[in-house]
């Protein structure tokens, strides 16, 4: 995130990624809380404009006790970029296949007309010798 260890240390999970005083209603640390099962979440951070994926996981004591959850965070910003420049890659050549068949529709009774027309044009035509 770009930010020294003295930044980050006491500050809570959406402070740092949401730059809020609350948390959001998605929030993966909420939803391992309420359920005591592994979480996820792709959030943006608005200072970086970087992707996160936030997953949470529950933690407990040697006792078994539940204390908390562990949060990870990993930088998905270049996943993302290369998702999106592959969709539109395949976009693009759909695009290029549906022209290709456009054209190959409208070229078909072109060429019939065309000959026709040749055929037409050579019939009032004598040869000469």
Avoid at 45 to 52: M, Q, V
């Amino acid at each position: 995130m770009g930010l020294d260890q003295e930044e980050i240390i006491g500050k809570k999970c959406y402070e740092l990624f949401h730059d809020i005083c609350a948390p959001l209603s998605v929030c993966p640390h909420k939803m391992t809380m309420h359920s005591l099962r592994p979480a996820s979440e792709d959030v943006l951070d608005p200072r970086t404009s970087k992707a996160f994926r936030i997953s949470t996981f529950p933690y407990y004591s040697p006792d078994k006790e539940f204390v908390g959850s562990v949060h990870i965070a990993k930088d998905v910003t270049e996943e993302r970029e290369r998702e999106t420049r592959l969709i539109i890659n395949e976009r693009l050549a759909s695009l290029g296949r549906m022209a290709s068949g456009l054209a190959h529709e409208i070229n078909n009774p072109l060429a019939a007309i065309a000959g026709c027309a040749e055929g037409l044009c050579g019939q009032g035509q004598t040869e000469k010798v």
